[in-house]
Each structure stands twice: as structure tokens, then as C-alpha cells.
């Protein structure tokens, strides 16, 4: 008998988007996502793990710091190693950057400013699990809130994820113009979303999970129904 399928949402003292990330899920996957405190010791079974964004433990030290002594997080490590899709969002990359598992570091926007709007991103590898469902240049509209959303990585690592193609999202116009007038914190060849060598772990700072209504935008959705196959 075929295991019923499950998605897991780890949350932390000062996350804030899990609540916005339940509501999709169950929208756009039909599946109540099951809520892993950050002092979880063992997670049983997931077929799907998901980081929230927000302030985790208030973003001291360094955004995504203090939450990679979670836990729970070792947990998402060892899934990681086993293929089990992680995907990081906003604070969620911060995380997944702090702990290793997706190469760089998230610093201070430029002119050290929150950014909170919505911003274009274009999809420039869509050949992952993450985003199979969208044409190649697609671009898709979401709303960013963070403050240290300023994707950093030495001219090394630059060269190793250009060559393993994990650069999957980056900020452009409304017509898909990649330019430093299109990028809203200072990233690193307006890189919005990464992947980790192996495809199966997605960090990104555009918030899917609240572009999912014709009030903001529809392009979630489409983010979202990218996972289905991945369960």
C-alpha cells in the first residue's frame, strides 16, 4: 500500500510565512501540510520539506544563524542527503545557505534597505524538478519582504553553479530584461533562486506562497503545481 503523501513546514521562534505557506499547499497541492517545531529531533517521514521565511530567532547574529542549531535542521540535512526535496524561502534560503546546504551567503541589501514590493523574476533553467512545468524565460510575478536578501558568492563559486546550471531564478523586468535597474538588493547577477548540485534543494527569496490570488498575482500557483511531481 502506497504511503500517503506528505509535506512538512519546520518552524521557528520568529518565522511568520508558515501560516501563508499552509493555506498554498493546501490550495495549490490539496495537501494539509504536517508543522515540525524546530526542536524536532526526528522527522519520520516527508516527502517534501519546506522553510518558511520570517525572523527566525530574530534574525540575531545573522539571518538563518542561530536556526541551523535547530534540531529539526539536522534533520533537514540528512533528508537532503537522501534526495528528499527542501525548498527554502526568504528566511528559508537565509537558513539553508547558513547551514551549507546551498553554496554562498544572503548580507544586506544595498543602500542597507528593508525591500518589501512586488518584483518580476525570470526563470533561466527550466529543466529541475522545480520548474519543469514553466516555459524556458518565463517570468512570474511575486512580492519580496526581506532586508538582507543580497545573494553573495566569491568569483569560485560564481563559476561552479554557472557550470552545474543552479541558477534558476533571477530578477528581471516585466519582459524578462536581466539589468542592474531590474535588481532590488544588489544580488549577485540579479540571482533571485539557486539550487544545490544535486537539484533536489531550491532556496529563493520571492515569496510564491503569497502570489497565489488575483488580489496580488497568480504566478504562485504555478511555482506550486512545478512540485507535483516531485511527490
Known sequence: MQKKKKISIIVFPGSNCDRDLMIATEKCLGLKPKVIWHNETHIKHSNMIL???????????????????SPAIKEVIRLSGKGVPIIGICNGFQILTECGLLKGALIKNTKQLFKCENVYIKVVNNKTNFTNFFSSTEVLKMPI???????FLNKDQIKEIRDNEQIIF?????????SRENN???????????????KNVLGLMP???RAIDEFTSCDGIKFFENLKNLL
Open 145 to 151: 519582504a526581506h532586508s538582507q536578501g543580497n545573494y
Open 51 to 69: 522553510i518558511p521565511g520570517g525572523f527566525s530567532f530574530g534574525d540575531y547574529l545573522r539571518a538563518g544563524t542561530i536556526a541551523t542549531k
Open 184 to 198: 532590488p538588493n544588489g544580488s549577485v547577477d540579479n540571482i533571485a533562486g539557486i539550487t544545490n548540485k544535486e
Open 207 to 209: 515569496h510564491p506562497e
Open 170 to 178: 533571477k530578477y528581471s523586468s516585466k519582459f524578462g530584461d536581466v
